[in-house]
């Protein structure tokens, strides 16, 4: 990364925070006269966790259509579901770019998302009995996530298998 870009252009999510934790430090008699440091800070920290916030959201939105794309019995959505992954894949990694620090904390963000998708999913197989049957007998609430973080959800290249038949 070049040399010359800003702190805020390397890690936008890092400078949000740190600059919010900065403020908070600040000595309260070498604060100018009446700024609401705390409601400052929480502001510039509030939007650093926007980009968390939207990360985590593309996350769930890819585990959703790749949950609907193996259980879903609709195979004419298929398509549609796998064009949509691309599109979150390419803002996710948009996201990562701007904010690398959040890219550690993928794995956690992750976990939160799974358990949305997962409820999420169940939903769309109101209208299929029989695919929330097998959703449910595959996908317990208490299993750990079906797909590799990494090398599948974040691999361009992967979509998991529909339903046979």
């Known amino acids: 990364m070049p040399d010359d870009l800003r702190p805020s252009d390397r890690d936008w999510y890092a ?3 740190d600059q919010a934790a900065r403020l908070r430090a600040w000595p309260e008699h070498l604060r100018p006269n009446g700024l609401d440091v705390e409601e400052v800070a929480e502001e510039i920290e509030s939007l650093g966790k926007s980009d968390r916030r939207a990360i985590g959201s593309f996350l769930r939105l890819i585990l959703l259509h790749a949950l609907k794309i193996e259980f879903h019995p609709a195979a004419e959505a298929r398509e ?14 948009r996201l990562f770019r701007d904010s690398p620090s959040l890219l550690a904390q993928r794995e956690a963000i992750y976990a939160t998302a799974w358990a949305d998708a997962c409820e999420e999913a169940l939903d769309a197989l109101d209208d299929a009995p029989e695919a929330a049957r097998r959703f449910a007998a595959a996908v317990p609430p208490e299993a750990p996530p079906r797909y590799d973080l990494d090398a599948q959800v974040l691999n361009d290249a992967w979509f998991p298998a529909p339903p046979a038949g």
Do not use: C, P, V
């Open 15 to 17: 400078w949000t925070q």
């Open 80 to 93: 549609g579901w796998r064009k949509e992954i691309r599109a979150f894949r390419r803002s996710l990694r």
